[in-house]
């Protein structure tokens, strides 16, 4: 995908067809992203995640897989949500932080979502190193080739965050 942009600021304000929230995988609410999308976006995105939960993900949903629901009260149409895993110095769990991004975009493109708002997935309280997670994010979203979407509109939360995830597109982006 060659049209990725990043913004700093707030995921629940973000005018696009699809918002992937950073969920748990009881798909329930918490906290972070997920919980600012479940509060803002109001009672219709947890009625149709406990229906997922009851219909297809009783024990939850898998961490790199992702699901979408409507947006409630959001100004999108959808949210996908996405489980992200936990960081781990023992473990190398980066191609499940990939397939987070590569699921949501291949569910995007099943919903004919033009614009996808990405937050930096794992990177809260799940504490995935920041510059690590832009790298992963990134480059899978440039590498990926989605049939309906147009734009990955990165929503970063601080300067911090914004500056490490501008540093690593131009990086990715040289020649």
Same mark, same amino acid.
């Given at each position: 995908m060659t049209n990725i942009t990043l913004i700093m600021g707030d995921i629940t304000e973000q005018s696009v067809d699809a918002v992937v929230n950073a969920a748990n995988s009881s798909l329930l609410g918490g906290g972070g992203v997920d919980g600012a999308i479940h509060r803002k976006g109001g009672p219709e995105i947890l009625a149709e995640c406990r229906v997922l939960r009851a219909a297809q993900y009783g024990g939850g949903l898998p961490a790199g897989q992702a699901v979408a629901?409507?947006? /409630? $009260?959001?100004?999108? $149409?959808? !949210?996908?949500?996405? !489980?992200g895993p936990v960081w781990s110095d023992t473990e190398d769990r980066s191609d499940t932080l990939a397939s987070c991004y590569r699921e949501s975009l291949r569910v995007a493109d099943e919903l004919g979502a033009r614009t996808v708002a990405f937050p930096a997935i794992s990177t809260g309280v799940y504490r995935w190193p920041l510059a690590d997670a832009a790298r992963i994010a990134l480059s899978t979203v440039l590498a990926a080739h989605p049939e309906t979407v147009a734009e990955g509109r %990165? !929503?970063? %939360? /601080?300067?911090? =965050?914004?500056? !490490? %995830? =501008?540093?690593t597109l131009r990086a990715l982006?040289?020649?």
């Open positions: 629901t409507t947006a /409630g $009260r959001l100004p999108a $149409r959808w !949210v996908i949500h996405t !489980v %990165f !929503v970063l %939360f /601080g300067q911090d =965050a914004y500056d !490490v %995830f =501008a540093d982006s040289a020649p």
